[in-house]
């Protein structure tokens, strides 16, 4: 193969890379919780065109969330063929989880359209709201380069976020207290007795 050919394959891959494009949306589930609850944050995909890959790390404030793991979506699975979806600690900065990865295994095909790639699991510590921002993002096709590498797909990336907040005691004075209760009844008692005394009187007069 001449190096024109070479040239023109590398430029077509380069090419089919840049045109091809598909959106990451981060998606807290609940959006807003209470201190203590589970989180669960789903990293979802739309617009895939021969996805056969997927990685991305997650960002998160480390003072109101706490990461439990990762688990892998259905969309990569949609092709009918083994799937390899996991997370890897790489030794990243504090707030940022493990690496999660997913790749169909033995086949020449990707998949396409939206689904789930996988979920961020998490529990809410204290009140307050935590961004939630992908990073180290690669997604790609089944598509190889000339360099022998799969084709990197572009990737629109949407983050997200999630609102903890701390649960808000009623107003008081809205429910009586048993003290106050007490007292309303007491009122009550006595308003009616003087009442039968004003009755009485009139009937014993006559």
Known sequence: MGWKTTLGVALLSVTCAQSWAATLTVNANPAT??????????????DAADLSGYGFALSYDTSLLRF??????????SSGESVDQGII???GP???TGYAYGTIVGSLN???GAGALGYFNFEALTAGTSSLTLSDVSLTSSVT???GFPTEIVPVIVNGSVVVQADTPPPSGDVPE???WMLIGVGLVAAGALRKRRVAAP???A
């Open 145 to 147: 380069g000339a360099d």
């Open 68 to 77: 439990l793991g990762f688990s892998g979506g259905a969309f990569l699975g």
């Open 110 to 112: 990707g998949v396409s």
């Open 33 to 46: 919780t209470a201190p203590g609850s589970s989180v669960s944050v789903a990293v979802n995909v739309t």
């Open 94 to 96: 504090a707030g940022t």
């Open 203 to 205: 009937a014993m007069a």
């Open 89 to 91: 600690d790489f030794g």
């Open 178 to 180: 048993p003290a106050s």
